[in-house]
């Protein structure tokens, strides 16, 4: 997902933004009276994220008792979509 700046912001703080674009592969849309008038993204692959670098984030997160069974009850209550015949 993009951050929403104004063409001010940008201005003010350019060098930022650019280093945030080039080194975290974030992505800016630039918007002028409300209105987007650029997008801002890298040019190459995004470096992605390594195992070792989640588990550095994540820590020591506790997962709660009956997480799992809220989650397959959760999945359970979507409805199954119908594939058209056209694309069988």
Do not use: H
């Amino acid at each position: 997902m993009a951050t929403r700046i104004t063409v001010s912001e940008f201005d003010r703080q350019m060098s930022e933004v650019l280093n945030r674009v080039a080194y975290q592969g974030e992505r800016f849309i630039i918007e002028r009276g409300g209105k987007a008038v650029a997008r801002l993204e890298p040019v190459g692959p995004v470096r992605g994220v390594t195992l070792n670098e989640v588990v550095e984030k994540l820590g020591d997160l506790k997962i709660p008792e009956g997480f799992g069974d809220d989650l397959e009850a959760i999945r359970a209550s979507i409805p199954k979509l119908e594939v058209p015949e056209w694309l069988r």
